[in-house]
């Protein structure tokens, strides 16, 4: 017997519609920017408005969800790195592989990032929990430069991932890892 306070799952067409959604706002975001209006996103999913303001109660909703599915690839980078058994190596995969969002995507996800002090929240909390595990572990192991934290390593994430250029960005990601990991190791 289920307990009360336990929702029952939700439906598949619900989760299909919520991801619909999901995908619709991110590009539209991507087109036109956190300015845009939710009947637009709605329109695009092929859903009516009542839907969307069904899954998403505002607007603020819908921002963290696309941040959330943003970054899904460097959430899963970090989970592949920390499978792997040697810390410093699951630090710099994880360091490396979350950087490679694509330029137009990277704008877009700063640009919803910044539409207000909750999903700049919001986006920070995704980032550091990327980040932690491998940082945490790392540090551990005597790995990591003695004095950084986790949200030094989401700032040094942050700053290579503004890069102009994939070369740049790779030059970036060598300087800041070679800056990061403690020689003592």
Do not use: W
Request: proline share 5%; net charge negative.
């Amino acid at each position: 017997m289920r307990a009360a306070s336990q929702a029952p799952a939700p439906r598949k067409d619900q989760v299909r519609n919520r991801q619909r959604l999901v995908e619709a706002a991110m590009a539209v975001f991507l087109e036109h920017g956190p300015d845009v209006k939710l009947d637009e996103v709605a329109r695009r999913a092929g859903m009516a408005a009542s839907s969307l303001y069904r899954h998403f109660p505002s607007k603020e909703d819908l921002i963290d969800a696309v941040l959330t599915e943003m970054m899904r690839p460097a959430q899963e980078a970090a989970d592949r790195a920390a499978l792997m058994p040697d810390p410093r190596e699951a630090f710099r995969t994880m360091f490396t592989e979350s950087c490679t969002m694509p330029t137009a995507e990277a704008d877009a996800f700063n640009k919803l990032a910044y539409a207000s002090s909750r999903a700049r929240d919001h986006a920070l909390r995704l980032l550091e929990n990327v980040v932690a595990p491998a940082t945490i572990r790392l540090r551990a192991a005597g790995g990591l430069r003695e004095g950084l934290t986790v949200e030094d390593v989401a700032m040094f994430l942050r700053m290579a991932k503004v890069t102009d250029t994939p070369e740049q960005r790779d030059m970036a990601l060598d300087v800041l890892l070679a800056g990061m990991l403690s020689t003592e190791s």
